[in-house]
């Protein structure tokens, strides 16, 4: 069983940055593959991010070069920080994990948080 609770979403204007945060309980954190995932209101949940216990990390291209996964291992959280954040990018939020080696799975995920909201105005 892993509890994850999302923070730091909130409303910005256009190409601003926000930074969330996900604190996570778990036996053996540095063993679970951490990923964000969103959705907006219409639209299937999307993938994000994920990062591995080595903080190798991978994203989709929607994001790519303009967030970044992190995770502490020691603090058992894990990070999103947006920049030049866009009103596309306006969405629920939400921390997830899932069991893993090295490999950067982009689906499988097996417990999540409750989600944050986002919102970019333009």
């Known amino acids: 069983q892993v509890q994850l609770v999302e923070s730091g979403g909130g409303s910005v204007q256009a190409g601003a940055s926000l930074r969330l945060s996900c604190a996570a309980s778990a036996r053996s954190f540095s063993s679970y593959l951490m990923g964000w995932f969103r959705q907006a209101p219409g639209k299937e949940r999307e993938f994000v991010a994920a990062i591995n216990w080595s903080t190798r990390s991978t994203y989709a291209d929607s994001v790519e070069g303009r967030f970044t996964i992190s995770r502490d291992n020691v603090k058992n959280t894990v990070a999103l920080q947006m920049n030049s954040v866009k009103p596309e990018d306006t969405a629920v939020y939400y921390c997830?994990?899932?069991?893993?080696?090295?490999?950067?799975?982009?689906?499988?995920?097996?417990?999540w948080g409750q989600g944050t909201q986002v919102t970019v105005s333009s």
């Open positions: 997830a994990a899932r069991m893993g080696g090295s490999y950067l799975f982009r689906t499988g995920y097996n417990y």
